[in-house]
């Protein structure tokens, strides 16, 4: 089963936690892409749509659903995302879209996440991909010279804006052994937006598509 197959089977698995009347949040990334695109057979189960970025909110759009605020909504029932990589421990890393605040955002404002992957994000120990950093503009080369002392290697996403006006660092060669610690260190230093480690809200359920269908973990 190729890449693509695995996360729309994963994406498809995802349906099942969909009830009548949820409001949902919507993550961002070719895997979220899969369910935007199975989600009208279930579109009157859906009581209302919250979106993690203005790509998801654009493809929701186009497909006729309204979205709402979260702001409106207060809370959502479930929340369904990708990952970059996730752990057994149900750690996260995220971003690799740039969306990582606003899903950071809606992953704490729901009752369950579930994390929709294929099977090469599964992985024993965080940080080969490397770890993005939404920070402010102005103190990029700081919380660089504080990330180089950490070991790693940050590098700018160059000529990418996030939905929220600010920018990336990419950092390399992190070996993330203790997710809890990194995440709470990291979104201490001055100027960081948020990281994308999930460990303090991790995800609840994964569901990782593998050529020989579902494996489920969690509920
Ligand atoms: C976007 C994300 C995505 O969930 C993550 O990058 C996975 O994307 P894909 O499903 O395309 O592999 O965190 O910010």
């Known amino acids: 089963m190729s890449q693509l197959d695995q996360k729309k ?3 498809k698995a995802a349906l099942d936690y969909i009830l009548e009347g949820m409001t949902i949040g919507i993550g961002t990334g070719s895997t979220v892409n899969c369910l ?3 989600l009208p057979t279930v579109r009157n189960k859906i009581g209302a749509l919250v979106s993690s970025s203005s790509e998801t909110t654009d493809r929701l759009q186009k497909l006729g659903f309204e979205v709402s605020l979260l702001n409106s909504v207060g809370t959502a029932d479930l929340y369904i995302d990708g990952a970059d990589e996730a752990t057994k421990h149900f750690h996260l890393i995220k ?6 605040t606003r899903e950071k955002i809606l992953a704490a404002a729901s009752r369950k996440f579930v994390c929709i992957i294929d099977e090469s994000k599964f992985v024993a120990m965080l940080g080969k991909f490397p770890l993005p950093i939404e920070v402010i503009p102005m103190a990029q080369s700081y919380i660089s010279r504080q ?7 940050p590098i700018w996403r160059e000529g990418f804006i996030t939905d929220n006006g600010n920018h990336i660092l990419d950092v390399h060669n992190l070996a993330i052994s203790n997710p809890l610690e990194m995440e709470d260190r990291i979104n201490q ?6 990281v994308g480690i999930f460990a303090r809200r991790p995800a609840d359920v994964l569901l990782i598509g593998t050529p020989t269908g579902i494996k489920t973990m969690g509920s």
Not at 95 to 100: E, S
Not at 147 to 153: A, E, N, P, V
Not at 189 to 194: E, F, L, N, T
Request: proline share 0%.
């Open 9 to 11: 089977e994963a994406a």
């Open 36 to 38: 935007i695109d199975m």
């Open 95 to 100: 971003g690799g879209g740039g969306a990582l």
């Open 147 to 153: 990330l180089i002392k950490m070991r790693g290697q």
């Open 189 to 194: 230093m001055a100027g960081v937006v948020s």
